[in-house]
């Protein structure tokens, strides 16, 4: 049996994950932020499927929650085959507009959460796969999320870095998701809006995600490689 902690899992692509994963026959660590009912519900539909599913709330603000969510997940489970890094913030703001307590806990969710949680993962695991969940704004440059889109790329170099420190025991690869869910509180119109922007026309839907997904896992010399899944927008320079 295979067990993979997702982040975020509670809702949204983080759910479908975690649901996709159980489907899978993944046993499931299911990390959570200040979603609990909907990290309950999700874990009892994962658990529907016949795996095990737990759940554990981190607030990665919180530098010191970081690495000992790999410990209390490690603590309930044998051990891991994957591990995905999904959660995220998304704040939309210029660089000038960028206040001290955005900037801090964007780097800190985005980014230095999945640095610890991948570096425990080295340390206890060394095995398996890590996936990290970028953007397409990775490629371009985005001005109105300034400090989202820093924490992405940098993300994106540290799959890379990681990919080539640590393959020969843990694959490390990314998927960087275009026009998919509209953003938290906003509803599909802002998907029929901004799909003539994209070269397909089109958006995207969660299936096309779990697709790369399921090729990440079941690729094992794919090591180091950044999926994009965004209709060909990253390539609008
Ligand atoms: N949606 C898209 O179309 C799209 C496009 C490009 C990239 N992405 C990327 O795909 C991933 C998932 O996207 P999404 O739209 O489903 O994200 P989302 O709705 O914004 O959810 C993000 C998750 O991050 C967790 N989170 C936020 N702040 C946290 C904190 N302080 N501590 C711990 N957890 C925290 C939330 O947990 P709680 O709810 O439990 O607090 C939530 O489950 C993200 O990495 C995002 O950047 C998504």
Not at 19 to 34: K, P, S, V
Not at 86 to 95: D, H, R, V
Not at 111 to 125: C, S
Request: charged share 20%; proline share 4%.
């Amino acid at each position: 049996m295979s067990t993979a902690l997702v982040t975020g899992g509670a809702v949204r692509l983080g759910r479908a994950m975690v649901l996709h994963l159980a489907e899978r026959g993944y046993d499931i660590a299911l990390h959570y932020g200040t979603s609990e009912e909907s990290a309950e519900q999700t874990a009892d539909s994962a658990r529907a499927q016949g795996v095990c599913c737990e759940i554990y709330s981190a607030d990665f603000t919180d530098f010191d929650a970081m690495a000992p969510l790999m410990d209390r997940v490690l603590s309930d489970f044998d051990s891991l085959n994957l591990l995905v890094n999904s959660a995220a913030n998304f704040i939309q703001e210029s660089l000038e507009a960028t206040s001290d307590s955005a900037l801090i806990d964007t780097i800190n969710i985005n980014l230095t959460a999945p640095f610890v949680l991948m570096r425990e993962y080295k340390k206890k695991v060394n095995g398996g796969l890590i996936i990290n969940i970028l953007d397409e704004r990775i490629s371009r440059r985005v001005p109105t999320f300034g400090a989202y889109s820093v924490s992405k790329s940098a993300l994106a170099h540290l799959t890379e870095l990681s990919a080539v420190e640590w393959g020969a025991t843990v694959r490390v690869n990314g998927i960087a998701p275009g026009l998919i869910l509209p953003p938290a509180g906003q509803t599909d119109e802002y998907l029929t809006k901004n799909a003539p922007n994209i070269p397909t026309q089109t958006h995207g839907n969660l299936s096309d995600i779990l697709r790369g997904l399921d090729y990440l896992i079941d690729s094992p010399f794919v090591n180091g490689e950044i999926l994009f899944i965004d209709g060909g927008e990253s390539k609008k320079r």
